[in-house]
């Protein structure tokens, strides 16, 4: 009896001191990650809005965008993040466009956990030594004036049919990634381009 005492007193200070440390850790290191977060979105959105000095964030019905401005202040393009579920992981996609969102500019993955080898392949392609980000860069300039993006298998892409190339052996993450962003867009384009 006495030892089956002392063995639920030892595991539960353990409980106790394990659940405190693992608590200050974690006040100690969320402003450092969050900070980080913050700095790694900013550089995207310097990276999917090209040629812009400076942007402004405008929530509009509970949704973000980034408006990037040129050195006279003028906006000129706008970005707004794409998030939905992929084969294995949820992604984080930030999205570049022109002011009428009919045009692509440029996209860049925040987040992914997407199976290594295969799925990672959206944002880099290690077989690829020459073009490691050419599934994401075939969304560059993907005209969207009357199309939804679309993806294709061992055929050449139509940038003005607004098709892109399907990842080899990872068609699951390369549609999610049409998916989330087509979705994104769609909603997005009825919040952005409101009138009055």
């Known amino acids: 009896m006495k030892k089956s005492t002392n063995l639920i007193i030892v595991l539960t200070t353990t409980a106790i001191i394990s659940g405190l440390v693992l608590a200050s850790l974690d006040n100690v ?21 090209p040629g812009i000095e400076s942007y402004d964030r405008e929530i509009k019905e509970g949704v973000e965008f980034f408006l990037g401005k040129n050195l006279n202040g003028t906006i000129q393009n706008v970005a707004f993040q794409a998030v939905g579920n992929g084969f294995q992981s949820k ?40 073009n490691p980000g050419w599934f994401y860069k075939q969304f560059f ?13 061992n055929e050449t892409p139509n940038k003005e049919k607004g098709q892109i ?3 080899t052996g990872a068609t699951i993450s390369s549609q999610a990634v049409v998916d989330i962003i087509n979705d994104a867009i769609i909603k997005n384009r009825k919040i952005f381009l409101k009138q009055g």
């Open 141 to 153: 300039g993907l005209n969207l004036a009357k199309e939804k993006i679309s993806y294709l298998k």
């Open 91 to 130: 992604l984080k996609i930030l999205v570049g466009m022109d002011l009428e969102m009919k045009t692509i500019l440029a996209i860049k993955v925040l987040e992914q956990m997407e199976t290594p080898g295969l799925g990672t392949k959206i944002e880099t392609d290690p077989s690829d030594k020459k």
């Open 29 to 49: 290191t969320q402003p450092i990650i969050e900070a980080h977060a913050s700095e790694v979105l900013k550089n995207a959105v310097t990276n999917v809005l």
């Open 165 to 167: 190339m399907a990842i």
